[in-house]
């Protein structure tokens, strides 16, 4: 039993145990034969129907907190489910949307991005959306498209479509070594720059 059921079941007996005394007090009271016993009776009943509120009014504001937690966790689950969710339509969605620039002809493309769109919303309802691996989904939403399956975008060594955007190697540059004109001169030389022009030995006239 965790520290939680304790508590709420601490709470429970307390606040039993205050309504079976508070009930004694009440009978007490009542069969008092004195003025002063009965006075004395009747501020413990108001002191233990006290207790015996706060301890409903903590039961209720725990009760609040759980199902308020419960909520919150329901709410970022439905939050990263939407999120991959959404991920895994864009990715799909690119791949295929490659397949209708190249062959499908212009003026046929916005319909067949429309179809996929459809189909995407569709298939996303379906718990098992995904689970299904992704080059396996694409395969199939393309063979239903009647539209050839484009290859993988990702290097050859894992061979599959990327949920995710991938770093472009072609696109680095590296920088230049050596010289301005991009390579470097013979080991144990140097290149030298005159600072000015050598002056013209021609006389002036």
Not at 69 to 92: C, G, I, N, P
Not at 99 to 122: F, G, H, K, N, W
Not at 187 to 196: I, W
């Amino acid at each position: 039993m965790d520290a939680g059921c304790d508590i709420d079941a601490g709470l429970e007996r307390l606040f039993e145990a205050g309504i079976e005394l508070a009930l004694q007090i009440q009978a007490d009271a009542m069969a008092a034969e004195c003025a002063d016993e009965r006075a004395r009776l009747a501020i413990a009943f108001h002191r233990v129907s006290r207790s015996v509120r706060q301890t409903a009014a903590l039961k209720m504001k725990l009760v609040r907190d759980a199902a308020l937690a419960d909520r919150q966790v329901a709410a970022e689950a439905e939050a990263r489910h939407d999120k991959r969710l959404a991920q895994r339509k864009a990715a799909v969605s690119a791949v295929i949307e490659r397949a209708i620039e190249t062959e499908v002809d212009e003026d046929e493309q916005s319909d067949a991005c429309e179809d996929l769109s459809v189909r995407l919303e569709t298939e996303a309802l379906d718990e098992g959306f995904l689970d299904e691996p992704l080059d396996r989904q694409i395969e199939r939403i393309c063979e239903a498209l009647q539209l050839p399956v484009p290859p993988p975008a990702r290097s050859a060594d894992s061979g599959r479509w990327s949920e995710g955007p991938e770093r472009d190697s072609s696109a680095e540059q590296s920088i230049p070594s050596g010289n301005a004109f991009g390579t470097a001169p013979p080991e144990g030389e140097q290149l030298e720059f005159d600072a000015a022009p050598p002056p013209d030995p021609r006389p002036s006239g």
